[in-house]
């Protein structure tokens, strides 16, 4: 499981969503401070650096990094994370430091090389595009209930549910049902939360091979986000 992040990690974790990129970017930001030997905000130099980062990263899809714990987090879930993904670098960065970490629009506007006003336009554009996506409307305990209700058989997907994994990303109740359904024959499922949200971890001679992040709105669950990949989830288990 993940520990809690610092300021800095944070920062630099949602602007990038994996945590080795967002450990490079904090170290490269410190090595760039000690070496200018100028007084700096930490903050602004990890946000220097992750757009960097974003502005060369490839630009093919790859499930992000969900913080994963036993009880209740307050980092954010799969499906902002992808959706963050989905940005441009310049959306990104805006919308992560104005509505994440409060910083007025004439401090993000040099980070991303606009004026004020067009900055908030950036992040006007990112914020429509966030939140057009699925967000849960109950807590996590009224989670848990759904998704132990569709542990159980219940019927209780939303008509237009999304599935998103590395590999496929489907639309619609009857689409997403036969996929979701393997959940339920899946041996060693642990209850964790992911960003957040609700989830499922799945295991094999206890160790985590799967993980599913749910989330609920109207008591019905609204996406499904998963990671299949082995070595994804291992590296989320076995931090370094």
């Known amino acids: 499981m993940i520990g809690e992040l610092d300021q800095e990690d944070r920062l630099a974790y949602r602007l990038l969503g994996r945590f080795a990129e967002a450990a490079d970017a904090v170290r490269e930001a410190r090595r760039k401070i000690e070496k200018t030997g100028e007084p700096s905000w930490l903050g ?8 960097t980062m974003l502005r060369v990263r490839d630009k093919g899809f790859a499930m992000p990094d969900p913080v994963v714990s036993k009880g209740p987090n307050d980092e954010v879930g799969l499906g902002v994370l992808t959706a963050l993904d989905a940005l441009t670098p310049d959306e990104r960065v805006a919308y992560v430091l104005h509505d994440m970490f409060e910083e007025p629009f004439e401090q993000v506007a040099p980070l991303i090389g606009r004026t004020p006003l067009a900055a908030l336009q950036v992040e006007a554009r990112a914020r429509q595009r966030v939140a057009s996506r699925p967000a849960s409307d109950v807590d996590l305990d009224g989670q848990r209930d759904v998704v132990d209700a569709f542990m159980a058989g219940k019927d209780v997907l939303d008509p237009d549910v999304t599935l998103r994994s590395e590999e496929i990303w489907l639309r619609g109740s009857g689409m997403v049902a036969p996929r979701a359904a393997v959940l339920r024959a899946t041996p060693c499922v642990e209850p ?7 989830g499922l971890v799945s295991t094999v001679e206890g160790r985590p091979v799967a993980l599913v992040a749910f989330t609920v709105r109207e008591r019905k669950i609204a996406a499904i986000h998963a990671i299949t990949d082995r070595q994804h989830v291992d590296r989320l288990f076995s931090p370094e």
């Open 44 to 51: 602004t130099v990890v946000a220097r650096v992750s757009l």
């Open 192 to 198: 964790a939360v992911v960003g957040g949200e609700a």
